[in-house]
Structures are given as structure tokens and as C-alpha cells.
């Protein structure tokens, strides 16, 4: 359990160290941010159609009364983008919670247990990850209700393997070590050695790919939007460049439509790859002496 306090320490001095890591959590926690202050940073209701005199409000270029413009229906960009982090963070998060929860707990009983629970976890894991991604999820979308329920299930489904190797191969070596023995020695159970003393040394990896997750989700979520298979009733950057789309925005110059949502989604996916690259001593620690 000291692990497990120590945990936050440990990754404020990893940030520290890392400058790509900073960045990327940096950028999480300023989405995290506007997700819990929307309703008071957004400056019109994100659904609400605005009105110029008698008409309704379409296609105003960026002012100061619309930062961002507004949309065909008359809908303020800035503040459907500020609302969509709501719907980012809640897909992204309860998806990157699942994949690790998956991950860890099948790479822990694989790695420490071995045999044919190795086995099983490793062909199972071989199996999910011969899945196409993109292709499964629509079929998936098509076959039940679409939305984002169906994000959510695809990516914890299909990306558990990529965290259960890494915690695997881990807790392999973390076995074999004379702590891991003495516990034994003591009479510790398989299982609290399992949870109590060897889960704390993995976290640290099973959260790493957890904000890998998160980016996947996100992008994800509005592929699916985009092509049709989201739930239009969330205001989602997604369903932002499916309307965008629908009502030829590109075709209009209304870049600052579509642009927003777009450039949004790119932030998340990046400041997972941000935390993936600066994280490479943590996942391979021969680079530390190069």
C-alpha cells in the first residue's frame, strides 16, 4: 500500500523530468478543466439558436460577440467545443479505465501465475489484436444501437492486449525477484502477493497506456460520429464535423466550423503520444544510459 501512496509523488517528479510527458498531462488537464467549468466558460447555450434582429444567426464569421462563429442552425462554435470536452473526457476516461482494469488484471495473472493461465491470455490476446479496429466497430454500431456505448466497448475490447503484454512482461521479471520470495517465505498468499505487493509496481505502466487510451477513444468516438454511427443527441466534437460535413462547411470557407472540433480532437490524441514518447525510459530503461 505504500506504493500506491506513493504514487503521486513518484509522478510529479517523472513530469519534472520528462518535458513530452508534461505537455501531454498538461494538455488533459486543461481539457479536464474546461469539461468542469463549461457551464461557466461557454457564453451561449451550446444548443441554443442565436438570433441577429429578426433572423436567425447562420454562418457569422469570428467576432467578439462569437469568438469562433456560428454554425448553419445558428449555434455558437466556441461553445459546442467547450460543451464536446464533456463528452471527450467521459468516453475517453471510462474507455482508458476499462482498457487498464482488463489489461492489468489478465497481464498480472498471465505474468505471475504462468502456465496454462499464460496460455490462455496470450492466444486470447493474439486473437483481439488480429481484429481491424475501425471496421469492427461499425459492424458493431450497425448491428446494435449506435453510440457511445459502442465507443466505449470496441476500444476496451480491442486495446487490452497492447496493456496486458507490457504488464506481463513485467510482472515476469518482478517475480523473480527476492522481495517477491521473502513474501513467500512469510506465507503470504498467491493472492496478496498478486494485489498487495506486486500490482503496486506495475500501476505506473498500466496508466501510461492508459492515457494512450484515452486518445483512442476520442478518435474513435468521432469516427463513429462522423460516419453516421454516433448518438446525434451528444454534443460530441464528432457529431460537430458530421454536421459540419453534412452542410458542406468546406465548401463554404467556414473553417472555423470544422477546424475547432478538428483541432480538439488532434490535442487529445497528441498529448497521448506526448506522454507515450516521454514515458520511453519508464517502458525501456536501457535508453536511460544512451
Known sequence: MRG??????????FLRCEAFAAVGASI?????MLAIFADRLAPYDPRAILRVGSRVARYLPMSADHWLGTTSSGRDVL????YGTRAALAVGLTAAFVVVAIGTLLGLLSGYLGGWTDRIVTWLADIVLGLPF????????ALTHPGTGVVIFTVSALLWP???R???SQVLSLRERAWVEAARVTGCSTTRIMFVHVLPQVLP????????????AILAEASASFLGF???ETLSWGVMLQEAYANQALSRGAWNWFAPPGAAIMSMVLAGFLISRGSEKLLFPKLADQ
Open 79 to 82: 461553445s459546442q467545443v467547450i
Open 205 to 216: 505502466l498500466a496508466a501510461l497506456y492508459g492515457s494512450v487510451a484515452i486518445g483512442w
Open 134 to 141: 475501425l471496421p469492427f466497430m461499425l459492424v458493431l454500431a
Open 166 to 168: 507490457v504488464i506481463r
Open 4 to 13: 500506491v501512496s506513493a504514487l503521486p509523488f513518484a509522478l510529479w517528479r
Open 162 to 164: 497492447n496493456t496486458a
Open 230 to 232: 454516433g448518438d446525434p
Open 28 to 32: 488533459y488537464f486543461c481539457i479536464a
